[in-house]
């Protein structure tokens, strides 16, 4: 069986100076491949699109593209090697799946230049769209392509975006293995017409020495919920302020409720929180870095993730790995993680069910190390990249 030695991972979802939380889970894959002995070239195409929310103002959006025209084509992020070649996307609404052909064509000539020299053994390419792009580099290196399903690439985008057909027959026929993130994930894909030459499931993973429970024993004066993500409608945050807002009522008014992210839907969880009347409660925190976002896991008392769709989310296998107990929605891969032992599960949208199962949650003694203990045995790296690098070497046969 042929040995991998040099991977080219292909994904719009990884980190870049201006965005550097974007995609970690990408960097998290690569530095993991790269621990193994596997060199890694990442090309993560760099989109030009200012975003729908700064259109009407034609002064922001100006700005924007400045600052990604201003990005460096290429650099070292933590050490690895990471080309960004700039590309513009067709209207989705219009062009669909096949915004991954255009994605293609604006790339190619980037991608092969890098591959004259890098000479990779096989692509990995995360995000579905993504992955369409990538399997015709492939084909022109002559080379397999792996595919990582994420999430919404599957739940959400082959009924949102036309062109469905044309990117499941490329993905089915031309990539040589589809990672899915979850048992549900896979399920769905499947429901959708992704029977590939090899369905596979692979957990995300979670850098355990990293994320783990303070050494330091902690007690917060008042009840602290933390939630991470991109305020997007999608991930229901406006759910959980209508649900903390009760939570706090039974409470009397002690707990406290952090949020880390940044997106579009920002200004209206602010607005909301004012509404409610909770905002001297609330704590909006733009995204960090992997290493300061550990102290926010650990000093809070309880994770939330009250999402509407979900693949395997990060943060809740980061969480659990602090040893803290989650309350989330019953979506996607998320029951694939989180047991009785490690949390609670809701219907996505009801407040009323997600504020009593914080209520539960609050009043029930958790066994930290109980929780942190499957995360350990089964959501690691190491195990993860070596599951894939033995995919990549069946696919080069």
Known sequence: MPKIRRVLYFSTQF?????????VFSLQRVQALRRTGCEILVVSPLLMNPPPSLIKNPGLAFRWIKSQVQQPPKLLFEGIPAHYPKWICPPKKIFGWTMSYFLFLQV???VMDLAKSFKPDVILASWLPDAVAASKLGNLMKIPTLAIADGTDVNLWPEEYRGWNFARDILNEKVSALIFVS????????SKGLFGRKNVVLHNSVDTHLFHPSSAFHRNDVFTVLSVGRFV???G?????????????????????????DGPQRKALIQQAANLGISPYIKLIDPMEQEALVDYYQQ???????????????????????GKPVVASNV?????????????????????????????????????EGIRTKIVKDFNWEKWADTVIGLMEMASI
């Open 108 to 110: 190619r000539k980037t």
């Open 300 to 322: 809070a008392d309880l994770f939330c993730l009250p999402s509407f769709s979900e693949g395997l989310p990060c943060v809740i296998v980061e969480a659990m790995a602090c």
């Open 332 to 368: 996607g891969g998320v029951p694939e993680v989180v047991d009785e032992q490690s949390g609670i599960l809701v219907a996505p949208g009801d407040a009323k069910a997600l504020c009593e199962a914080l209520v539960q949650a609050k009043n029930r003694d958790w066994v930290d």
């Open 237 to 261: 945050f406006q759910v959980l302020l209508e649900a903390f807002s009760e939570f706090l009522q039974r409470n009397n008014q002690q707990a406290h409720l952090i949020l880390v992210g």
């Open 15 to 23: 980190p870049n100076l201006r965005s550097p939380s974007m995609g």
């Open 233 to 235: 409608w999608g991930k």
């Open 183 to 190: 048992d549900a994930l896979k399920t769905a894909g499947e």
